[in-house]
């Protein structure tokens, strides 16, 4: 098989003899580096030259993403930001060299490969490196672009059973951001009734109706930034006034940077203020 594709397959990067084991010629292979269309990281190691740089520091290691690492690498939300590459060992391998910019994690699971770890082995390792908040964001993720299901968390052995627990009973797959996520477990979290991207007549969804009555609307940063969304945002504000719903906004910097109850409390500010007002919605 021609070398670059039989390392495409192969999630990007091989060692080089499984690539010679696969079939291909040592002077394919070494024409293709020679090309520059496949690149050796460490002696030993093949990858695209177009892969990522924490990829290619997994490859330099021998080892596999995973963790937040490989999570991003799928395109997943990562919160809070980290430059530390995730990386998985084997148990019994010869461990690199230890240094505050790796975290390695010992799995059983790493086989002969040096792709990424699967997404559901990369959201259970990520149990030992992010908090509730944190983990239940990529999860949610996840499970929107159908990555993992529920019953894949049966099978967690990183993620401690009260952590996996309450990420099952919180875990929603319509939420549409990492905000939006902090935002309804902040509130559920909090004792309010809380329901994901509810259809209102005449509007559209809202991202979260809180109480059955308060529209509840999370500003993304790529989506609210130009005069047009600004226009949109308002004239979805006015059709749901109209319909005497109460509507409120909070910026997706705003969640990111609140203090576990503080989106909740005001949002019962809000509630509270307005006790007789607001029609039930959906």
Excluded: N
Aim: hydrophobic share 45%; net charge positive; with cysteine.
């Amino acid at each position: 098989m021609e070398p670059v594709t039989l390392v495409e397959k192969g999630g990007g990067t091989m060692r080089r003899a499984a690539v010679l084991a696969a079939g291909t010629t040592r002077w394919a292979l070494d024409g293709a580096l020679s090309d520059g269309l496949l690149i050796a990281p460490v002696p030993g190691v093949i990858a695209l030259p177009t892969l990522s740089e924490a990829r290619l520091e997994a490859a330099r290691l021998r080892s596999r993403l995973t963790c937040v690492s490989a999570i991003a690498e799928a395109g997943l939300p990562v919160m809070p930001r980290t430059r530390v590459v995730h990386v998985a060992v084997q148990p019994r391998g010869r461990t690199p060299r230890r240094v505050a910019t790796h975290r390695f994690h010992f799995a059983k699971g790493c086989g002969s490969s040096l792709a990424p770890m699967p997404v559901p082995t990369a959201l259970d390792h990520a149990g030992r490196c992010v908090g509730p908040r944190a983990h239940l964001v990529m999860l949610d993720a996840a499970l929107r672009r159908g990555l993992v299901r529920g019953a894949d968390l049966d099978g967690w052995i990183a993620t401690p059973r009260a952590r996996r627990s309450w990420l099952l009973a919180r875990a929603d797959a319509r939420a549409e951001s990492a905000q939006e996520t902090l935002a309804r477990i902040d509130l559920v979290e909090a004792g309010l009734r809380v329901v994901p991207q509810v259809y209102v007549d005449g509007v559209g969804r809202v991202d979260l109706v809180v109480e059955g009555r308060l529209a509840l609307e999370i500003d993304g940063r790529s989506s609210h930034d130009d005069d047009d969304a600004f226009t949109r945002d308002r004239r979805r504000d006015r059709g749901v006034l109209k319909r005497g719903v109460l509507a409120a906004r909070f910026t997706a910097a705003e969640v990111e940077a609140a203090r576990p109850g503080e989106i909740a409390a005001a949002v019962r500010r809000i509630l509270a203020a307005h006790r007789r007002a607001g029609r039930p919605i959906g």
